[in-house]
């Protein structure tokens, strides 16, 4: 499948966050960067100026999910609060008994 067969992913918070726990849920998917849920949003990898944008808003949406307790972030291998991080922030999937 080329990136223009591919469906149009929904840009919003709400379609971010879809987006997200989607990706996280894939099979063999551990975690991922906030930089991947961008890159698929905003389409090739090598046009930053599509995914770049998307960042913070990509960001934004993990904080909500991590407030319903649905992910949580993970910098240097220790769980974080994404909203209040800096740097490379991983995404992992909450478990249920952490809820």
Do not use: F, Y
Not at 11 to 29: A, R, Y
Not at 37 to 60: D, F, M
């Amino acid at each position: 499948m080329t990136i223009a067969d591919q469906p149009k992913i929904n840009k919003s918070l709400d379609g971010l966050k879809n987006l997200i726990m989607k990706m996280l849920e894939e099979k063999d998917c551990r975690s991922l960067g906030l930089t991947d849920v961008a890159i698929r949003a905003g389409g090739n990898s090598q046009e930053t100026k599509k995914w770049r944008p998307l960042l913070r808003r990509v960001k934004l949406a993990a904080v909500h999910l991590q407030s319903q307790n649905l992910v949580r972030g993970i910098r240097k291998g220790k769980e974080v609060e994404i909203k209040t991080s800096k740097g490379i922030i991983r995404l992992e999937l909450s478990s249920p008994l952490e809820t």
